[in-house]
């Protein structure tokens, strides 16, 4: 009976066996060619950055060839010169640099103060002058300015007793002394009047209308008057008065007292004891 039994256990024995090493070999087969496989790759992966690295070392090369071209033609001194001068262009151009961003800050800075400044010039003037431009504000600023130095030397002369009620327009801004705006010349049937004013106030003068309008040859002292209305109302204004010289040339003192009051109501005045040319 064990016999039988040894039997037939001994071929499933040996056919599992066999499977099993079927089942092994199956295994090394598969691994091996996953192996391969890798391998491959690998060796895909190096022969593609070989062809890479042999391009790149190519191109050093012609450009090695090329730069050693160009360089063989100079002389080695002369290379090394013209590597000071790229240097020193190189400092310079950051040198340059810096002082551009330093005018920048400045102009900013500049810019700024220009911008307070108009402001407070644009609050201490009248609200016809606001469409002029700065600078024609400044130039009349400083007018107005030498205008009331000249004005309050005037002034202190007059506490010394010339006796007037009011300053003159124009005075010399270091000396207090008049300016005349006309020098008239009173005829016995007309007045002739000219420029007086000294040429520190040409500019002024030739940009006021109200000035130039008194300028000429007058048959009647009325006509002066009312060529010079403007400039009185001016003057009234600015609480001062223009001064003119006046040369007596009438024939007759009526003619002369006749115009002379005319002249009075709108400006001071100085009679010269000189004849006018």
Known sequence: MSDFHEARSQPIVETTLTELAFV???ILLVFTVMKANEHSEELAGRDTAAAVLSKEV?????????????????DPEDLVALMEVAEAEV???????????????????????????????????????????????LEKMVVERNNLRGQNLNLRGRVLGN???????WADPD????QYVYSIVIKEDELLVSPGWPES??????????????VG???????????STELYKESVGLECRHFVVIYDQASSKKSFKNYLLGIESHFYKYLSSEQSG
């Open 163 to 169: 006796g007037l009620d009011h300053p003159p327009c």
């Open 201 to 214: 106030r040409s500019p002024e003068a030739m940009g006021n209308q109200n000035i130039l309008d008194g």
């Open 217 to 227: 040859d007058f048959d009647l002292v009325t006509q002066f008057q009312k060529a």
């Open 91 to 137: 400092n310079r151009s950051a040198e340059l640099e810096a002082s551009v961003q330093e005018l920048t800050k400045t102009s900013e800075s500049l810019n700024s103060e220009l911008s307070s400044l108009k402001e407070a010039i644009y609050r201490d003037i009248s609200s016809e002058e606001e469409s002029l431009p700065v600078e024609q504000i």
């Open 58 to 74: 190519l191109r050093l090369t012609e450009r090695n060839t090329t730069i050693s071209k160009v360089v063989g033609k100079y």
């Open 175 to 178: 000396t207090g002394e008049i």
């Open 24 to 26: 092994f070999v199956f």
